[in-house]
């Protein structure tokens, strides 16, 4: 069976009956037509090009909202997302962290979970980096 329409976005969310219920993402996500964006990677860098000394979720953090920024410039919002890869050099720190990953990730995307995936890495291009965020999103027509 398939999932709600988001109202804010038009984007079918699915997430058939015959997997895992799904907590903080969708199955697949059937976009709706627009304008595709594609966003970069982002580290939980500042706009002088800092990092977040304390670790891992100050670095999600920080990614999401240049996620989220990237996106706004693009003309688009958070609700936009239909897909959203997260790569971490530490994953059993993300899985410890879970309930303060959520709470970085609802600041800046709200209750919208596009399809998603966790991925662990050895290393980021900026090897103080523990996170990094990559979107694509879809602007729906007018």
């Known amino acids: 069976m398939d999932g709600p329409v988001s109202d804010a976005s038009g984007h079918r969310l699915v997430n058939p009956d015959t997997l895992p219920p799904p907590v903080g993402y969708a199955h ?11 966003l970069a990677g982002q580290a939980g860098h500042r706009s ?25 410039a693009a003309g688009g919002r958070p609700e936009h997302l239909v897909q959203l890869l997260i790569f971490t050099t530490d994953i059993e720190g ?3 962290s879970l309930r303060d990953v959520g709470a970085a990730y609802r600041t800046h995307f709200g209750k919208h979970y596009p399809a998603m995936a966790l991925v662990g890495v050895t290393e980021l291009f900026d ?3 523990v996170v990094e965020l990559v979107g694509l999103a879809v602007i729906p027509e007018a």
């Open 28 to 38: 697949a996500v059937v976009a709706a037509p627009g304008r595709v964006v594609a």
């Open 48 to 72: 002088d090009g800092s990092l977040p000394d304390s670790g891992l979720v100050p670095q999600f953090e920080q990614a999401a909202a240049n996620v989220a920024e990237a996106l706004r």
């Open 94 to 96: 993300y899985r410890s």
């Open 127 to 129: 090897a103080a980096a």
